[in-house]
Structure formats: structure tokens, C-alpha cells
Nanobody, 117 residues
């Protein structure tokens, strides 16, 4: 059974930084592409960033240059470093395994990020 547990969310002022972590179990983590998504109140869940098993990364235009995704296969973990945060980054952030490198398959429970102006 695949389990993903996010952590690192919180309350931060605009311009600040946070680092989200996602610990995976029940899967051969090193072979999985992983992604981060976010969902603001009343909105759909949107793609934020992804990283392939080989370390290739992809970002939504809204976070390019501010967010950075990375992974540590030895720790079965994926990270999202978020810099220059804006109030519009406020959302629940979820990590997911990506089937075929594209389609979310398993989700974590999410971690809340709130950015105040």
C-alpha cells in the first residue's frame, strides 16, 4: 500500500520561503516520477511541479523561477522549496506519484500553506 505524507506547510509572509517534504512508503520510490499539486479554496487542484525518476523537472508557469522540486531516493522523499511566496500561492499542497510520469495515481493528505500580504 502506497502512502505519501506531506509536511512543512505553515503561515508565512509574502516574500518568505517554505520547504515542503513528502515521504513515501510502500512503493519502489526511485522508479516513480513524483509531482506536487495545490488546491485553493473553491478551485480545482492544479499542477505545480514534477520530477522524473532521473531527476528531470517541470514547473507550472506560475511558479517558475520561485519554486524548486528535488528528490532524495535514499530517503524516499521529494521536496518543494518555495521562495518569494505570494498570497496567491495560498493553498493545500499535495504530493503524488505519477503514473507514466504524467498522471497522478496516489495522493498524500496535503499540507496547508498560507501566505499573508
Amino acid at each position: 500500500q502506497v502512502q505519501l505524507v506531506e509536511s512543512g506547510g505553515g503561515l508565512v509572509q509574502a516574500g518568505g520561503s517554505l520547504r515542503l517534504s513528502c515521504a513515501a512508503s510502500g512503493t519502489i520510490f526511485s522508479t516513480n516520477a513524483m509531482g506536487w499539486y495545490r488546491q485553493a479554496p473553491g478551485k480545482q487542484r492544479d499542477f505545480v511541479a514534477a520530477i522524473s525518476s532521473g531527476g528531470r523537472t517541470n514547473y507550472a508557469d506560475s511558479v517558475k523561477g520561485r519554486f524548486s522540486i528535488s528528490r532524495d531516493n535514499a530517503k524516499n522523499s521529494v521536496y518543494l522549496q518555495m521562495n518569494s511566496l505570494k498570497p496567491e500561492d495560498t493553498a493545500v499542497y499535495y504530493c503524488a506519484t505519477l503514473r507514466g510520469g504524467i498522471k497522478p495515481e496516489y495522493w498524500g493528505q496535503g499540507t496547508q500553506v498560507t501566505v499573508t500580504s
